[in-house]
């Protein structure tokens, strides 16, 4: 799988909107994009993944370059319950192991 | 309803010991996965199971044996506890298509483990 590359961390105002920025430069053309999420103290979370259109769902957005080399998750409206750190994984759908990398730390400040 | 739940919350033994960490999932999942966290809080997979059978074994010792009596449940058995494997484990589920695609994962609330 395609190793990925984001920042450790990243603040953000309550009611902005969140961007998360990933860098999948080696991406090859059958892997995914998915993003989870990791609450303080909780289990990951899915949040979205996509294969080279932009995806939309209830909690988050995203925008995938033309090149797939990198890709934003957007949380449109960051709440304080967003703080968490946030995984860009690069993977086949035929995979079933998750990498997850360092990830980056969003804290959402009121 | 839980749609991933683990037993015991927390853990606490003595090096030496040997424990077992439950993992149930009322998803209808075919395949389980069990993660560990360590202390510097990476995330890494030990094993997964498809319908019983072992798919992923990751280089971990032989003294975590997982069990899967039926597709609900991934037992993870720990023989003869030592201090590094203080951890946070995860179990987590996922559904396979017909073609053969893993959907996204759903992880359980982790198991504490401290091996005193």
């Known amino acids: 799988d395609a190793k990925t590359t984001q920042p450790t961390s990243m603040d953000c105002a309550e009611g902005r909107a969140a961007n998360l920025p990933c860098n999948h430069s080696?991406?090859?053309?059958?892997?995914?994009v998915y993003w989870y999420r990791q609450i303080h103290s909780q289990g990951p979370q899915y949040i979205i993944h996509?294969?080279?259109n932009n995806e939309t769902n209830e909690m988050a957005s995203l925008i995938i370059t033309e090149d797939r080399k990198s890709s934003t998750l957007i949380l449109p409206h960051a709440t304080l319950r967003d703080t968490a750190v946030y995984y860009c994984?690069?993977?086949?759908?035929?995979?079933?192991?998750?990498?997850f990398g360092e990830g980056t730390q969003l804290t959402v400040n009121p | 309803d839980t749609a991933v739940s683990q037993t015991p919350k927390y853990l606490v033994t003595q090096m030496g010991n040997d424990k077992s960490i439950k993992c149930e999932q009322n998803?209808?999942?075919?395949?389980m996965y069990w993660y560990k966290q360590d202390s510097k809080k990476f995330l890494k997979i030990m094993f997964s199971?498809?319908?019983?059978?072992?798919?992923i074994n990751e280089t971990v010792p032989n003294r975590f044996s997982p069990k899967s009596p039926d597709k609900a449940h991934l037992n993870l058995h720990i023989n003869s506890l030592e201090l590094g494997d203080s951890a946070v484990y995860f179990c987590?589920?996922?559904?396979?298509?017909?073609?053969?695609?893993?959907?996204?994962?759903?992880f359980g609330p982790g198991t504490r483990l401290t091996v005193l």
């Open positions: 987590a589920s996922s559904h396979v298509t017909s073609g053969g695609s893993y959907n996204e994962q759903f």
């Open positions: 080696t991406i090859s053309g059958n892997e995914y």
């Open positions: 996509g294969l080279k």
């Open positions: 994984i690069v993977k086949k759908t035929s995979g079933s192991r998750l990498t």
């Open positions: 998803l209808g999942h075919d395949t």
């Open positions: 199971y498809n319908n019983k059978e072992l798919i």
